[in-house]
């Protein structure tokens, strides 16, 4: 191990850091890379379960404000649930 460690050089340090740091550099991109189209599409499953309540949400505020135009013109408004 002396032996190897005499015969390595300065050019050959420097020049092993660099591919080193390099490698570094590398992996750190892919997984970078990698959770952020993880992230990406779990946002995206979120997203599209949130659009289904958001629009079930305004269904249920329009049938109930249809409900109550219905009420208010026939003069039943307030009446909800007796029998007629």
Do not use: H
């Amino acid at each position: 191990m002396a032996r190897f460690l005499r015969n390595w050089t300065l050019e050959r340090t420097i020049v092993t850091g660099f591919a080193a740091a390099l490698a570094m550099l590398c992996a750190v991109s892919i997984i970078s890379i990698r959770n952020t189209r993880s992230l990406v599409s779990q946002n995206q499953l979120e997203g599209a379960a949130f659009d289904v309540e958001e629009r079930a949400c305004w269904i249920a505020l329009w049938v109930n404000d249809f409900v109550l135009l219905v009420g208010a013109s026939n003069g039943t408004l307030g009446r909800v649930g007796e029998a007629a």
